[in-house]
């Protein structure tokens, strides 16, 4: 039946899949955090205005991607793209623009109506951080170097290459927007349709094109390098300059622009190899204009998102949690006195789990199947003296302890066994 299929381009975080985003996004959290990056979170879903307006309505995200309805009201709200618009939207509404700057971290579901292939879906999670309010060029340095952390603490920073660019100032983009209308502009006929919509309005976004007839025109397309002011050109070698103090290596990308509007001088990947054509791991960049372009004050922004899903496929299998004891009660009153027995042990730290039916056998198979490291087997006959059975189910050895010492006990009698 249909409706006991997942939507397309969503899926079930299973546990070992749950294992290894939260693998991801615990490493992200941790390592930001040593940068003074704190965890926020927006809603997931806003007035689409919010991502209309800032992200571009030439975007692929805004012309073809957004999960966009009317609620029950009529308000037109949008599934989050992505996360950078909530957050700007968030500092303008509890008015944190009085106390900058700002350094925020995120980790949750984004919503894109893609086509769905390896590392690319409807509903993805993406981490991000985001640096509101610094202007100097060495906090471009320090968000990417975050990032190449985060990547090393993951494992995963030798298979990336960081490839970087700048787009300028707004002087810089005016004065390229119009050599790559007029270079572009000669090429009307071949241009995808897509791109033709883009050439008046966002000729930038040419460059970022997926179609296959457009990047044969980018390739020859004019470089940004020639419509630098000598402002942008000195921000930017302050920006590699900080990347070379930290032995931080690079790989100049002329042609690499943010798909969304709201971008300046610094943009920024990480890429791999390893996962076919959805090879971008991390992409972030400097946004001065986002926060005026929404309708608050002129205040600059740095940061990036990573799709987790991406470095998810990529880390080493996550160690799996700890293996559990099994309570095994044999008979009504037995099963009561582990209910509160399980608990005590939970409380002093123990991985617990009751079995609930079925004989000795049947009990001992189970706790085989889920790689317990013992069976706590209560009988009768242990009931009436006030101890249990200790199985060890890796030797088939068993002791019988004084229910009051258990606790203590344990430790030492799993010492043996590999936990
Ligand atoms: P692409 O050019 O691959 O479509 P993008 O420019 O749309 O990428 P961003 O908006 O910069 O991507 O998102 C940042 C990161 O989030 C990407 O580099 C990628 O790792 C991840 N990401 C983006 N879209 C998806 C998706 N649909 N499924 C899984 N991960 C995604
Ligand atoms: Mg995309």
Sequence with gaps: MATLQPVRGTHDLLPQDERRHRVVAEAARAISGRYGFEAMATPIFEFTEVFARSIGETSDIVSKEMYTFADRDGEQVTLRPENTAGVARAIVSNALTQSLPQRFFYYGP????????????????????????????????EVIACGADILSELGLLERTRLDLNTIGDTESRAAYRATLIEYFSAYKDRLSADSLTRLER????????????????????????????????????????????LGIAYHLEPRLVRGLDYYCHTTFEFVTQDLGTQGTVMAGGRYDGLIAEMGGPTISGIGWASGVERLALMIAEPPPPPRPLVLAPLGEAAELRCLALGRDLRRAGFTVEQSHSGNLKKRLARANKINALAALIMGDDELASGSIAVRLLDTGSQTIVPIAELAQRLPALLTDVKS
């Design 202 to 245: 966002n000729p930038l976004r040419i460059l970022d094109s997926k179609d296959e007839g457009d990047r044969q025109l980018v390739a020859s397309a004019p470089l940004f390098g020639d419509s630098l002011t000598t402002e942008a050109k000195d921000f930017f070698a302050s920006v590699k300059a900080g990347l070379d103090a």
């Design 110 to 141: 984004m919503f894109r109506y893609e086509r769905p292939q390896k590392g690319r879906y409807r509903q993805f999670h993406q981490i991000g951080i985001e640096l509101i309010g610094v202007d100097q060029p060495l906090a471009d340095v």
